[in-house]
């Protein structure tokens, strides 16, 4: 167990629904990130979080929405999507964003999304 | 552009003997390096770290080495066992780009008993 719980584990979802991936982080850790794992692929930076405040928007659809209500939990709002969005969502966590000495990331499970 | 990449793609070991995980990197900024483990269902964990002012460092059943003259990483494993079959990916950090992490695209590790 690494400390970050990510829900769902899985999802199937159509191009016209909204759904929500949700992300806890029980470490005390002040930076959260999304990524996108598809096969084959290096992992994708999406967005990060720097104590609450969004720091990173790596060119990413607005079809993805981002929510860090506190430094612990972290959301992704999925509405509209394409069927080229199939692929595991990572959320992580690290110390602080940017700093030397806190470049480790700590992973969650992931939520392996469908779009249909 | 930088970039963080993996010698192979795959990797088929006995079971009881070593393995070797190639990383080569190309920006030669780069000073932190890390390898993590990712299995089936699961997110990547971390096995072991380096900083570049360090050749290589080891932990429990895992060493690993940094060549910065020629931008090579490498985590060896020894006596492999079943559970050591997964995905290996390695990462690099630099100053220049926030110290954020930057992937290469694993190599999957397979333990043939």
């Known amino acids: 167990e690494t400390g970050v719980t990510q829900t769902p584990r899985h999802l199937v979802m159509g191009m016209t629904n909204k759904k929500s991936l949700k992300c806890e982080q029980h470490?005390?850790?002040?930076?959260m990130y999304w990524y996108k794992q598809s096969a084959k692929k290096p992992l994708e930076l999406m967005f990060v979080?720097?104590?609450?405040?969004?720091?990173e928007n790596n060119s990413v659809p607005s079809r993805f929405s981002p929510e860090c209500p506190n430094s612990s939990h972290l959301f992704l709002h999925l509405h509209t999507l394409q069927p080229e969005d199939s692929a595991l969502y990572l959320c992580?966590?690290?110390?602080?964003?940017?700093?030397?000495?806190?470049?480790?990331?700590?992973f969650g499970s992931g939520t392996q999304l469908s779009v249909l | 552009g930088e970039s963080v990449g993996l010698h192979l793609p795959t990797l088929s070991v006995q079971e009881g003997d070593n393995s070797i995980i190639n990383c080569a990197y190309s920006?030669?900024?780069?000073?932190?390096f890390i390898w993590y483990k990712q299995e089936s269902g699961k997110g990547p964990q971390f096995i072991i770290d380096?900083?570049?002012?360090?050749d290589k460092r080891q932990g429990q059943r895992v060493t690993v080495l940094l060549n910065k003259t020629v931008k090579h990483l490498s985590l060896q494993i020894a006596a492999t066992q079943p559970g050591d079959s997964a995905v290996y990916f390695c990462?690099?950090?630099?100053?220049?780009?926030?110290?954020?992490?930057?992937f290469g695209a694993g190599t999957t590790v397979t333990v043939r008993a």
């Open positions: 992580a966590s690290s110390l602080s964003f940017g700093t030397q000495s806190n470049e480790k990331l700590f």
């Open positions: 470490l005390g850790h002040n930076a």
């Open positions: 979080y720097s104590l609450e405040e969004r720091v």
């Open positions: 920006n030669s900024a780069s000073d932190y």
């Open positions: 380096i900083r570049s002012n360090m």
């Open positions: 990462a690099e950090t630099a100053p220049s780009n926030d110290y954020k992490l930057s």
